[in-house]
């Protein structure tokens, strides 16, 4: 497995929360939680990637 850390995004109707690996991958920790309705949103996640340099995205599957 490559090492870095992994970004995975948790998509809901009001709220996106993300999350971060640690660089060996062990384990995930809360980062931030975005406004899904703010116009700003793609910015701020392009913003997420060039401060974090993730190797892995990861995008939840809401079920509900």
């Known amino acids: 497995m490559l090492r870095g850390r992994r970004i995975a995004f948790d998509y809901g109707d009001v709220r996106i929360g993300v999350a971060i690996s640690d660089p060996d991958s062990i384990l995930a920790s809360p980062l931030t939680t975005l406004s899904s309705g703010d116009p700003k949103l793609f910015t701020e996640i392009a913003e ?3 401060e974090h340099e993730p190797v ?3 995008v939840g599957n809401p079920m509900n």
């Open 48 to 50: 997420l990637m060039v």
């Open 56 to 58: 892995g995205i990861y």
